[in-house]
């Protein structure tokens, strides 16, 4: 599982750090911020269409090649910001990471649900996710410092030689991959039949307006923080602190959980970040935007693991990985359709109303859990 982990956290971090990359390099040649929520929604837009497909080819044959897929693709994406600093290779970028991350994100997720005995399962989840709130603190460190301190082509370049690790894993040793899910029945497999599962369809919802809370603060955060005049690196520790807060509410989930139930505590949570996101744009300290990030990310750093333990266990006997596809479909259709409107918003009134959309997201989010 330490592996797996390692693993996650290799492809995680080059998919967060590429984000803060791109934003601001997109910013320092000249990108308004509605072009900017162009580029945010294509990290979306092939995930949208491979993510069902994904999942099917998780399902039939194995996690190995898609997780290869992905960690090649995501070499790619890197290498092309290193050898182009333009708008158009900007695109290219956000299109090739989105495919490489929806391959290798269901294929992970599924593989830590499949590894170990079923009453692992949450504390499978509940380290991949951990190993997620890292590579969020390292993604954005790497990024800032790279930028400040060597420039964005560099920063592409140490985030490509990172993308080697897991392509070397997969290619020598393949064994850790080889774990027999259930297979599914004989029966023709509709996607859509799967949300006729009320229970299993309020959680795919609210994954999808989950993610699109944080993908939102990924962007928009050093949007904010450039034009308040903070440098690279301050962003990225800003962004640091969010992962640092992440990894403590997921470290501590387990605890949260055994006096609270799991609706209970969305409804906590979600509402504890909705406050803290409207006030954020007012906010003009570094340390201050510090602590609300941190009360940021405790509160939408559950989000994640419960909504993948619970999909997971209320998938159909060999569909984990459709369903996981399904789920993540639904997070992409949030991460298009959330910074499309929230960069014209930011154009014609500036980043106060995006931030306030990410609030009234979670307070919808909280009343669902509720519900």
């Given at each position: ?5 390692l ?85 290219a ?114 994954s999808?307006?989950m ?16 034009s308040i ?23 501590f989930?387990?605890?949260?959980l ?38 940021i990310?405790l ?25 996981t ?29 995006v ?17």
């Open positions: 599982m330490y592996l797996i982990v693993l996650s956290i290799s492809i995680h971090s080059c998919y967060i750090g590429s984000k803060v990359v791109v934003s601001l390099l997109a910013l320092e040649l000249g990108a308004s911020q509605f072009l900017i929520g162009n580029i945010a929604a294509l990290y979306a837009l092939l995930p949208l269409l491979f993510g069902v497909y994904s999942g099917r080819l998780v399902d039939t044959i194995g996690m190995r090649v898609p997780m290869l897929i992905g960690a090649v693709f995501t070499m790619l994406a890197m290498l092309c910001g290193y050898m182009w600093q333009q708008l158009t290779a900007l695109f970028i956000a299109a090739l990471m989105g495919a490489a991350f929806v391959f290798y994100n269901v294929s992970i997720q599924n593989l830590a649900g499949s590894y170990g005995r079923p009453e692992d399962r949450a504390h499978n989840f509940s380290m991949l996710t951990i190993g997620y709130s890292l590579s969020s603190f390292v993604g954005p460190m790497i990024a800032g410092f790279s930028i400040d301190y060597a420039g964005h082509a560099r920063a592409f370049l140490i985030f490509a030689v990172l993308a080697l690790f897991p392509i070397l894993v997969l290619t020598f040793y393949p064994r850790f991959t080889r774990i027999e899910p259930p297979k599914p029945g004989r029966q023709e497999r509709r996607t859509l039949d799967l949300l006729r599962d009320p229970e299993l369809r309020r959680v795919v919802i609210m999808g307006m993610v699109a809370s944080y993908e939102l603060y990924g962007f928009y955060m050093p949007v904010f923080g450039h005049g903070l440098s690279a690196s301050t962003i990225g520790i800003i962004l640091a602190t969010y992962a640092t807060a992440t990894f403590l509410s997921r470290f989930l387990p605890l949260v055994r006096r609270m139930r799991p609706g209970q505590v969305l409804f906590s949570f979600m509402l504890l970040a909705a406050g803290a996101f409207l006030l954020l744009p007012f906010l003009r300290s570094v340390g201050l935007l510090m602590m609300v990030s941190f009360i990310g509160g939408t750093g559950v989000g994640q693991p419960l909504s993948m333990t619970l999909s997971y266990e209320r998938s159909p006997a060999g569909r984990t990985g459709e369903v596809g399904l789920r993540l479909t639904f997070n992409n259709i949030s991460r298009i359709v959330i910074p499309l409107t929230a960069g014209a918003l930011g154009t014609a009134f500036g980043v106060t109303p931030f306030w959309i990410n609030a009234v997201n979670l307070v919808a989010i909280s009343w669902l859990a509720r519900r």
